[in-house]
Structure formats: C-alpha cells, structure tokens
C-alpha cells in the first residue's frame, strides 16, 4: 500500500492507541479498586475524548456512527460523567 494511502489512517490510529491505552488503563485501575475495596483516581474524559477522535478521523464512513462508543465504554468519561451530574450541587 503506497504512503498516500497510508496518510489519512495515520491520525485515527494514533488517537486510536492512545484512548484504547487510557481506556484500558482507566477500566484496570476501578477493576483492581473494587477488587481491593479501595479507591481509584481515573483519566477523566481523555480516553473517550481520544477514542471517538479516532473514529471520526478514519477514513471509512461507517465507523463515524460508532464515535459515541467509547465515551460510553471509557469509565473515566460516561461512568464520570454520570456521577458528576448526578451529585447535587449547591
């Protein structure tokens, strides 16, 4: 495959590593947490942020639709969201 073909995959493949790396590292650390009873600190919204990037910049349409997935997947991102809007503020 010559390099021109090559250049659009290379952004969606770095965010691409990266969020699956923070994502992975997020869903390791609550996991050892819960296992241990303890308490974690997670990379807030960096690993979704990443991955949906990385869906949107690929070249083939079809994975766009899939750009909400790991904001969902990443528990530094849905899981935090939801319990930062959950809490009340006042």
């Not at 819960?34 to 990379?43: E, I, K, Y």
């Not at 960096?46 to 990037?53: D, S």
Request: net charge positive.
């Amino acid at each position: 495959m010559p390099f021109p073909e090559l250049t659009p995959w290379i952004y969606s493949i770095g965010f691409g590593v990266l969020g699956l790396w923070i994502i992975g590292s997020n869903i390791w650390y609550l996991l050892q947490a819960r296992r241990n009873q303890g308490t974690t600190s997670l990379t807030l919204f960096v690993g979704g942020i990443l991955g949906a990037l990385a869906l949107l910049t690929a070249p083939p349409v079809f994975l766009k639709w899939l750009a909400w997935l790991p904001l969902v997947v990443d528990p530094g991102t849905g899981y935090a969201a939801w319990k930062i809007f959950r809490t009340k503020s006042v």
